[in-house]
């Protein structure tokens, strides 16, 4: 992602959105990207506080086999999509990641949904579904690849 800089009226807002261990991790190689911009992240993990600079938004950590939870962390992400109006929105995953990119694009954000590397054999449960809402879709497989996306433009190691 090139630097996409300031907007006449104000500094452009990214939300980056990543859940716990390797999808955080990634996210965060991704930084020197957001470069110019105004970046809030979202994540499930309150001890991810010290590892940026901006403000962190905590959500509940959910997936599929937890309805509840699930239904919790889609309100309180789409409460922060509504609330900061993101230019763009990227997520390396997994469900928050998801949520967010479907909201962002309620809202008009440019949306970008980056399959983590370690699925290797298969997009994630996510990322096989999160294609209608990005407008950037890859995977970090080149044989995950397929006519119609992912995409695969190289990994994030």
Do not use: C
């Not at 190689?29 to 506080?49: H, I, S």
């Not at 954000?109 to 983590?116: F, L, N, P, R």
Request: proline share 4%; no cysteine; aromatic share 8%.
């Amino acid at each position: 992602m090139k630097s996409l800089g300031k907007r006449a009226d104000r500094p452009r807002t990214l939300l980056a959105v990543a859940s716990g261990g390797g999808h955080w991790t990634q996210l965060l190689r991704l930084r020197p990207a957001f470069e110019g911009l105004n970046v809030e992240y979202v994540t499930t993990n309150p001890d991810y506080r010290a590892e940026v600079e901006g403000k962190l938004h905590v959500v509940q950590d959910a997936n599929m086999w937890d309805k509840l939870k699930l239904f919790r962390m889609f309100l309180q992400v789409a409460g922060i999509v509504l609330s900061v109006r993101p230019d763009f929105v990227i997520s390396t995953g997994a469900a928050p990641g998801f949520a967010a990119l479907l909201f962002g694009r309620i809202v008009g954000a440019k949306t970008v949904w980056i399959d983590s590397v370690a699925n290797s054999e298969q997009l994630s449960s996510s990322g096989s579904k999160v294609g209608p809402f990005a407008n950037v879709w890859l995977t970090q497989w080149r044989h995950l690849q397929r006519e119609g996306g992912p995409s695969h433009k190289g990994s994030v190691l």
